[in-house]
């Protein structure tokens, strides 16, 4: 495998605006970064009680916008980069590997950076990983979850400082994730991004009086309202995607 991969989360203010307030990665040749920003917005109360960072905390940090690091390419000692320039540049030579991908993505589109190549492992989680022979969706696709389910958390070492909501916490995890995806399947890392630009994979019916049935058995006992369904969850489309992908092929 010659891609180079960088493994990356963020924490934000809130789901809304998503003002960064914490950037981690790893990259494959060995890169880090974790940082700390203050924000432009203030932090919500509920995304405190997900990732416990503080205006406190973040009281003396610099901002995204100010915040500089060292040019490996300058042969002067104290020659630096704004940290949006040096993102893009890792943004032209890595692909970006994420947890449901298109938060972070926003995330650091709104401070102008844009990442073209990714994959999604929540995506891919979700088209690889079903129970009952991969005829059924997981309980859930969250980092976490699949952290505890796949046994990722058994060879995890003491130096990877693994904690639910940590920005670097989490790309432990989501670098052992990848791993273990590339290692029990036959996609490319072509594939996965070509899944990271679909919608997610589902098959099982969320809500309703079908609640719990698959797409699959759905489409064989009651055909016709899979199709009304179809036509009236036009504000889900992942839902609709996949109804469609199941009538097309039954």
């Given at each position: 495998m010659n891609n180079k991969f960088l493994f990356f989360d963020t924490e934000t203010t809130d789901v809304q605006s998503k003002d960064i307030i914490q950037l981690a990665f790893v990259t494959s040749d060995g890169k880090q970064f974790n940082e700390y920003f203050k924000p432009e917005q203030e932090i919500t109360f509920g995304a405190m009680a997900v990732h416990h960072i503080t205006p406190e905390f973040l009281e003396n940090k610099t901002t995204f916008k100010g915040a500089t690091v060292k040019d490996e390419n300058s042969l002067t000692l104290f020659s630096e980069l704004s940290l949006s320039k040096y993102l893009e540049k890792l943004a032209q030579e890595y692909i970006w590997v994420a947890h449901n991908a298109e938060f972070d993505l926003e995330v650091l589109k709104k401070k102008g950076v844009e990442v073209p190549k990714y994959i999604c492992t929540l995506k891919v989680a979700r088209n690889m990983l079903g129970e009952d022979d991969g005829?059924?969706?997981?309980?859930?696709?969250?980092?976490?979850?699949?952290?505890?389910?796949?046994?990722?958390?058994?060879?995890?070492?003491?130096?990877?400082?693994?904690?639910?909501?940590?920005?670097?916490?989490?790309?432990?995890?989501?670098?052992?994730?990848?791993?273990?995806?590339?290692?029990?399947?036959?996609?490319?890392?072509?594939?996965?991004?070509?899944?990271?630009?679909?919608?997610?994979?589902?098959?099982?019916?969320?809500?309703?009086?079908?609640?719990?049935?698959?797409?699959?058995?759905?489409?064989?006992?009651?055909?016709?309202?899979?199709?009304?369904?179809?036509?009236?969850?036009?504000?889900?489309?992942?839902?609709?995607?996949?109804?469609?992908?199941?009538?097309?092929?039954?």
């Open positions: 005829k059924k969706d997981l309980e859930s696709y969250s980092l976490q979850y699949l952290r505890y389910y796949l046994g990722l958390y058994k060879s995890e070492t003491e130096n990877d400082a693994v904690m639910a909501h940590d920005a670097m916490g989490d790309v432990f995890v989501l670098k052992n994730l990848f791993d273990y995806l590339v290692k029990n399947s036959s996609l490319s890392p072509e594939n996965m991004m070509l899944i990271s630009k679909e919608p997610q994979f589902m098959r099982n019916v969320p809500f309703g009086k079908y609640a719990g049935y698959t797409l699959e058995e759905l489409v064989k006992i009651d055909r016709e309202y899979l199709e009304w369904l179809k036509e009236n969850a036009s504000d889900k489309k992942d839902l609709v995607w996949n109804i469609e992908r199941v009538l097309t092929n039954n």
